[in-house]
């Protein structure tokens, strides 16, 4: 018992010699772990701050969203550049810009339904959208809409598929032959009406870009419109040909006037020169009767004697019609007959 009692004490003893032991290394191992710890407390905090930071593109506009507490504040962030958003927050970001909307072959995606008048018809078009900026809306449209970040693009898809489906049956297969703008217009007013009510957004135009139908459709509006246009045709041309042979008639007709005009003038004409020739014979033999008349009663002449004086007064180029600048030297000769008077002396 005595060797057992020595053995307990040696060890107890032993083990307070290693409590003190222990204790002395353990003082210099706390004194290097002070400066790590801060270190990594600074360290902790410097990308905590860093990640406190966010930017954001002119065209976006986003929520700031806390994932530790799972909140989101509904004030819409629009400022571009970098921003302090605070620790343990990131921003939700939305498109401010019009987005489009495809339905196309090449997305698989193109619709499938049919005409007012039963025809099958495969219809591919577009339309453009935007979020509505406001406050409410866009926090709504988060918390209605959203799982994750973007799920309200796949929602618009499959709205818009339906209810433009849908609204196709309302239209015959002529009226998305003739009338695509219309059908647009109305389509498009549609779609807004729904997505701002229940959506949160606009839809801010919507084009038709394909309306298959089937060809033996296709093939008599196109017969139709080919018959139609050569109607066309040939009354555009009938309606040339009735201004044309109406210009004929008015150029015939201005023609027949200048030409009555023309045989008019020349009438007048003829009849003013026969009038003018008739009056100044007229003054000549008036004029001549006068001065006859007066040597008459002058020279006492009557009969014969006033017939020869006439006659030589006339060859010798005393009459009113004769010319002053005619020769005054006469050749004649006596005891002939007068009216055998041959030439006047022409000067060499």
């Known amino acids: 018992s005595s060797l057992w009692g020595s053995r307990s ?21 706390m004194a290097n772990a002070l400066p790590t710890v801060g270190a990594a407390c600074a360290g902790f905090f410097g990308l905590l701050l860093l990640f406190s930071f966010a930017s954001l593109a002119p065209t976006e506009m986003a929520l700031k969203y806390n994932y530790v507490f799972k ?8 400022s571009a550049g970098l921003m302090f958003v605070g620790p343990m927050t990131s921003l939700i970001k939305y ?16 619709l499938d339904g049919r005409t007012f008048d039963g025809l099958p018809l495969l219809l591919g078009l577009s339309f453009q959208y935007r979020l509505l900026p406001d406050e409410k809306s866009l926090f709504t449209l988060y918390h209605e809409l959203e799982g994750t970040p973007g799920d309200y693009v796949d929602l618009f898809e499959l709205v818009g598929m339906h209810m433009i489906t849908e609204l196709a049956t309302n239209f015959t297969a002529y009226q998305f032959f003739n009338e695509k703008q219309t059908i647009a217009t109305i389509m498009r007013e549609q779609l ?9 957004a606009s839809v801010e135009s919507l084009q038709i870009n394909e309306d298959d139908l089937p060809r033996a459709f296709t093939d008599s509006v196109l017969m139709a419109a080919t018959s139609k246009q050569n109607i066309t045709r040939m009354m555009k041309t009938k309606d040339a040909k009735v201004v044309e042979f109406t210009t004929a008639r008015q150029v015939a007709a201005a023609q027949a006037n200048v030409t009555v005009a023309g045989a008019m003038g020349e009438r007048h004409r003829i009849l003013q020169n026969g009038r003018a020739d008739a009056a100044i014979i007229e003054a000549y033999v008036e004029a001549e009767r006068r001065a006859y008349s007066a040597i008459k009663q002058t020279m006492n002449l009557s009969g014969d004697d006033l017939i020869k004086y006439i006659w030589y007064d006339t060859l010798g180029g005393g009459s009113v019609s004769s010319s002053a600048h005619e020769s005054a030297d006469i050749q004649m000769m006596v005891g002939v007959d007068p009216a055998a008077y041959i030439s006047q002396v022409t000067p060499s």
Not at 192 to 200: E, I, K, M, P, V
């Open 9 to 29: 004490e040696l060890r107890h003893k032993l083990s307070n010699h290693s409590i003190a032991w222990a204790g002395l290394r353990q003082q210099p191992l």
């Open 71 to 78: 909140t989101v504040n509904p004030q819409i962030l629009t």
């Open 95 to 110: 498109p401010k810009t019009i987005q489009t909307m495809d339905y196309t072959q090449e997305h698989a995606d193109i």
């Open 192 to 200: 807004d009406q729904y997505f701002r009510a229940n959506l949160f």
